[in-house]
């Protein structure tokens, strides 16, 4: 096993037992989780078995195999960018409707404890 390989190990390794301590303190939900840890196993295996990575780089007909690893890991990441662009897209509008019924809430509540004369 090449350097490289080891090096890649670690960090997958690594990666899981910080995901696992992050979602047993229930700072990252389990959804985000599962698909950290999904990567990080398929990290080890590829780390583990370079060989199987390396065929299939050469199946899909990418003839150098760090290539295809770059392209992978840049489309995940665009992947987790557009995921994220909408989940604050949600939020913020879930925090917009939350406002609005604060400010709802309070001017009954201010409505009610002034008295009308």
Request: charged share 20%; hydrophobic share 55%; net charge neutral.
């Amino acid at each position: 096993m090449a350097g490289v390989h080891i090096i890649a190990l670690v960090c997958a390794l690594i990666t899981i037992s910080v995901i696992v301590e992050l979602t047993r303190r229930r700072y990252i939900h389990e959804r985000f989780a599962l698909i950290w840890l999904v990567v990080a196993v398929i990290i080890g295996f590829f780390a583990v078995f370079p060989e199987v990575f390396n065929s299939l780089a050469h199946w899909i007909g990418v003839k150098n195999p760090p290539d295809l690893l770059t392209v992978v890991a840049v489309l995940f990441l665009l992947l987790v960018c557009v995921r994220l662009s909408w989940e604050i897209g949600r939020l913020q509008q879930r925090t917009e409707v939350l406002a609005e019924e604060i400010a709802l809430l309070r001017k009954s509540l201010e409505d009610v404890e002034t008295p009308t004369q």
